[in-house]
């Protein structure tokens, strides 16, 4: 048995959370939004790792794009905006387009609107129904990628090659390892993560998401957003490499030692999402595929549903 006990209740529920708490050894999560009052009552009982102090930062668009500045890693230029009068002078110092993100809770391209020139700042206020924003300058890039990396107790940090991301209406819809950009702007990728990792006094596996924009002939790096857990576009590692992401996770929050993952070829990762899923059969025999099906019942719109990995030998050049 993988798991032998799973109880389900509300994140409020205190006698529910000191009764797990009590029953295992360390505690994580694979969801950044976990209440940070939930955490808190946990972190009192058992090492919640990684720490619930870091979940602050990256539940917060704004706080997490502070942090990573503070570190000289470059993003987007962004703004605190909490009214609409805020909003016109943000817009006037970064100008259009942009994309108006609320601070909390927005993931997959909910809680984001683009403002063209010309569009209605005071209507795209009131529609994106909040009090907390950021408005972050439209970045021009020419590939999105990502670096899947752990870092353990004592502080080593080991990151996956870098991964190639292309998203369809606002969702990762597939990934590619390597990603095709020079070795200089892998080698700054890792840098970055590792760097972040470290400040945050990271334990287990993050997903750091980067722009590549080019500037002048030679790409430039800057940082989207943190995921403080196993990330979407990590997972390719399940059978592209010889130890997975999630393998990781479990060794840096146990205290053991780090695996040095083994990439086994040039790996693409297709999510299956909504009625995609229902195509699955036809995977089933493309060779090098594996096919993952997560076993939700209905295929909503916009919903992962399942994925799939194909694993081929690299192109000789
Ligand atoms: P996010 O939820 O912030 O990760 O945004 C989801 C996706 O929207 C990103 O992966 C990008 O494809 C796109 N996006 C978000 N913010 C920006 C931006 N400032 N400039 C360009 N594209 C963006």
């Known amino acids: 048995d993988v798991v032998q006990n799973a109880p389900c209740a509300e994140f409020a529920d205190v006698e529910a959370l000191e009764m797990f708490a009590a029953e295992v050894d360390v505690i994580t999560y694979e969801f950044e939004n976990v209440p940070a009052s939930a955490a808190l009552v946990l972190a009192a009982r058992k090492p919640v790792l990684p720490e619930h102090k870091i979940l602050e930062t990256t539940q917060d668009r704004l706080a997490e794009k502070d942090f990573v500045t503070k570190l000289g890693i470059g993003t987007a230029a962004y703004a605190d905006v909490t009214s609409p009068q805020m909003l016109h002078e943000a817009v006037a110092r970064i100008g259009l387009p942009a994309v108006l993100k609320t601070r909390r809770f927005g993931y997959d391209g909910k809680g984001q609107i683009m403002l063209r020139p010309g569009d209605d700042l005071d209507a795209a206020w009131h529609r994106l129904e909040t009090r907390a924003a950021i408005l972050e300058a439209f970045v021009p890039f020419e590939r999105e990628v990502s670096v899947i990396a752990a870092r353990s107790a004592d502080g080593q940090v080991v990151c996956y090659d870098l991964t190639e991301n292309e998203h369809r209406d606002h969702i990762l819809k597939t990934s590619h390892v390597p990603a095709n950009v020079p070795e200089s702007v892998a080698t700054e990728a890792r840098r970055i993560a590792t760097s972040i990792a470290t400040a945050l006094g990271y334990v287990g596996v993050l997903g750091v998401e980067m722009f590549v924009v080019p500037e002048n002939g030679q790409p430039k ?30 060794r840096a929050i146990a205290g053991w030692p780090l695996a040095q993952p083994l990439r086994h070829g040039d790996v693409t990762m297709t999510n299956l999402i909504g009625d995609d899923v229902h195509d699955y059969i036809s995977w089933l025999t493309k060779p090098g595929a594996t096919v993952h099906l997560y076993g939700k019942r209905l295929a909503m719109p916009g919903r992962k549903m399942g994925h799939v990995t194909v694993v081929s030998q690299p192109k000789k050049s």
């Open 221 to 250: 790096v800057l940082v989207n957003e943190i995921a403080p857990r196993v990330h979407n576009s990590g997972h390719w590692t399940l059978d592209g490499a010889s130890v997975s992401q999630f393998e990781q996770h479990i």
